[in-house]
């Protein structure tokens, strides 16, 4: 289902938590760069730490990502080439807590990190990661060179009714 998988059971974890780090190979970077519409995605790679939170059965995931995108100029069509480097901080709700959560006055909460629901006893990292990186990535990506140029100087269709507004002044 998804072009890369980390996954990291959850029933092993404590409050002290532990370090992850993997990335993308070549073929898992081809398939993100055709689902997120990049030319290539030359790099990805992630770390950070996976922890139980001292206050439940909540899941902390705080992790960085690095990555190198390539993309087409929204004005010249040509390759931008842009390095991203994002952190993400998300909590794993067991289903009880996630139905409170979803209940609650959604104004009386700041929001300082994302809360997903923990669906199982595992989570996987890498659909996490696709998430921010799509956030992430410039929707219109420009060369720093390129301009947009407008011809003023073209001649612009006056319309079906121009002809007509003539003869309002005649009548």
């Not at 290539?40 to 995108?69: M, Y």
């Not at 994302?114 to 990661?129: G, H, K, N, Q």
């Not at 990535?137 to 002809?163: Q, W």
Request: net charge negative.
């Amino acid at each position: 289902m998804h072009e890369m998988s980390h996954i990291i059971e959850t029933t092993d974890i404590d409050a002290a938590g532990r370090t992850f780090e993997f990335a993308a190979d070549e073929s898992q970077r081809q398939a993100l760069a055709a689902r997120l519409g990049l030319v290539d995605l030359k790099k990805l790679t992630v770390a950070g730490n996976i922890r139980r939170a001292p206050d439940g059965p909540s899941i902390l995931v705080d992790g960085r990502f690095l990555a190198e995108v390539e993309q087409k100029c929204v004005v010249t069509l040509e390759p931008v080439g842009s390095t991203l480097e994002e952190a993400f901080h998300v909590r794993f709700l067991a289903p009880a807590d996630w139905q409170a959560y979803c209940a609650r006055d959604v104004d009386a909460e700041p929001e300082d990190e994302d809360v997903e629901p923990l669906e199982a006893a595992s989570i996987d990292l890498a659909a996490t990661v696709t998430e921010y990186l799509a956030l992430a990535i410039d929707p219109y990506p420009r060369r720093r060179d390129a301009e947009f140029t407008f011809d003023t100087g073209a001649e612009v269709d006056p319309g079906p009714f121009a002809a007509l507004a003539k003869l309002r002044n005649k009548v």
